[in-house]
């Protein structure tokens, strides 16, 4: 039997899953008993089930479906091996799989696959990028008509406002976020600092850096998981949707990082607090990816609500030193800790693309080595910067024909992604907002 499975002899059954492009989880369960079997020869589901829009269904002539008899793809394991689920009444270990051609070459639709191609980039030059998140969640009673913040399990009284940093929120949730610690020491989640947001009820927790992007991208994804399944045995539900409250800040999912070289010296770092020239080309191809890139860090309908300016989520195009108003932030600090981050990003992304996204784009930059224009001082939403697309139509046009995301992003990605949000677009147009956030509350 698989060794994990001898330390933890509780477990009854095992999930095997992969992330789609919409970063939901598609796999399946099974007995105990098919554990070697999976670890050793893996597992098969057709390739388009990784294409699949936000309900689940095929996407209308896709390749990947009719044109090749909706072929199977032959899922591994990651490195990560198993996890408890400790969402679940029964214990149930979960094997993290990504896809592959039946001669074993990555397919490339994959969203995991194409944060690994990136990665390698970065490898051949002799480099390692260190990749840290912070993710943004709110917890919400939805069994009424309407999204409300939860009663304080301790009160039972509702706090109908914003709660920056409140001591008292989250003592009033600490039962779920006791549970939570233990559950990513559990996972092998480095869960850092937990704090009280600006929304109702919202709450941000970090996620400690790390010298491997696909590790950093996978606690994100397996994070996401964690964090709406124990919010349901509580009680409640957690959404990452990017704008579940018209009237307050919506939730994000930013990204820092910096880049050692094969010695293991931050290649960002001069000593100063203006960083080197190559973390400065590293910010332009950041910036120059920007529009073509918005359909990965914005990916759905509700994405575009929270892009508005004065609302804590960048719209202009810019950089600066130590300022949340622009979409890339310069933090202050030891210079040895200089790093980039990246704040466009909603807490609804999937992680493997969305640090694919930021990572290939810093990586063209620095290829390039063009140097930006000069970081702006003061509040980037009175600034006269160009936008953001401030559109679902306007990213997906931008996505499609960024010569930026085609260095960055395989063309078959590109294809899958392009005709899932086209499809999804279409539905969605039918729909009322109420009928949206029911969707995106639970999937994202």
């Not at 009820?201 to 998981?225: C, P, R, T, V, Y």
Request: glycine share 8%; proline share 7%.
């Amino acid at each position: 039997m698989h060794d994990w499975l001898v330390d933890n002899p509780e477990i009854r059954a095992i999930r095997v899953a992969a992330a789609d492009l919409n970063g939901v989880a598609r796999g399946k369960r099974m007995p105990v008993r098919f554990a070697d079997k999976i670890t050793d020869s893996g597992t098969r589901f057709p390739m388009s089930v990784l294409n699949l829009d936000i309900w689940g269904e095929d996407i209308e002539d896709s390749p990947l479906v009719m044109e090749t008899g909706d072929r199977d793809g032959v899922l591994r394991p990651t490195e990560r091996g198993f996890v408890p689920m400790p969402w679940l009444n029964t214990p149930t270990g979960l094997l993290p799989i990504w896809m592959f051609h039946e001669d074993g070459r990555p397919f490339m639709g994959d969203p995991r696959h194409a944060l690994a191609a990136v990665q390698n980039r970065f490898a051949a030059k002799g480099l390692t990028p260190v990749v840290a998140v912070e993710l943004e969640f709110f917890l919400i009673d939805d069994t009424g008509s309407r999204l409300r913040v939860p009663p304080s399990p301790r009160s039972g009284k509702r706090r109908v406002a914003g709660e920056i940093l409140s001591m008292r929120t989250l003592d009033a949730f600490d039962d779920f976020f006791t549970e939570l610690y233990d559950a990513c020491e559990a996972m092998d989640i480095p869960a850092d600092t937990a704090i009280s947001e600006s929304g109702l009820g919202q709450f941000e927790i970090n996620l400690m850096h790390q010298a491997d992007a696909l590790k950093a991208a996978d606690d994100s994804w397996l994070f996401k998981m964690l964090v709406k399944g124990l919010a349901r045995k509580h009680g409640f539900a957690a959404s990452f949707m990017a704008k579940p409250y018209p009237d307050y800040a919506g939730n994000g999912l930013h990204m820092h990082f910096s880049v050692l070289d094969k010695d293991g010296k931050n290649i960002f770092d001069d000593g100063t607090e203006a960083g080197t020239d190559t973390l400065r080309h590293a910010v332009q191809g950041c910036l120059a990816a920007m529009p073509g890139s918005m359909l990965i860090f914005a990916p759905h309908a509700n994405s575009y609500a929270r892009l508005v300016p004065d609302a804590h989520a960048p719209t202009g195009i810019a950089w600066a030193y130590e300022n949340r108003t622009a979409a890339i932030r310069i933090p202050s600090g030891p210079s040895a800790a200089r790093r980039i981050e990246h704040r466009v990003a909603g807490g609804d992304v999937n992680p493997y693309l969305s640090i694919a996204a930021v990572l290939g784009a810093a990586l063209n930059g620095m290829e390039d080595a063009q140097d930006p224009p000069a970081p702006i001082t003061g509040n980037a939403y009175a600034q006269e910067l160009e936008q953001v697309p401030g559109t679902w139509e306007d990213a997906m046009v931008a996505f499609a024909d960024s010569p930026h995301i085609a260095r960055i992003f395989d063309a078959e990605l590109i294809r899958n992604m392009n005709m899932t949000k086209r499809q999804e677009a279409r539905y969605m147009a039918e729909l009322t907002l109420d009928e949206q956030t029911e969707i995106y509350l639970d999937s994202v």
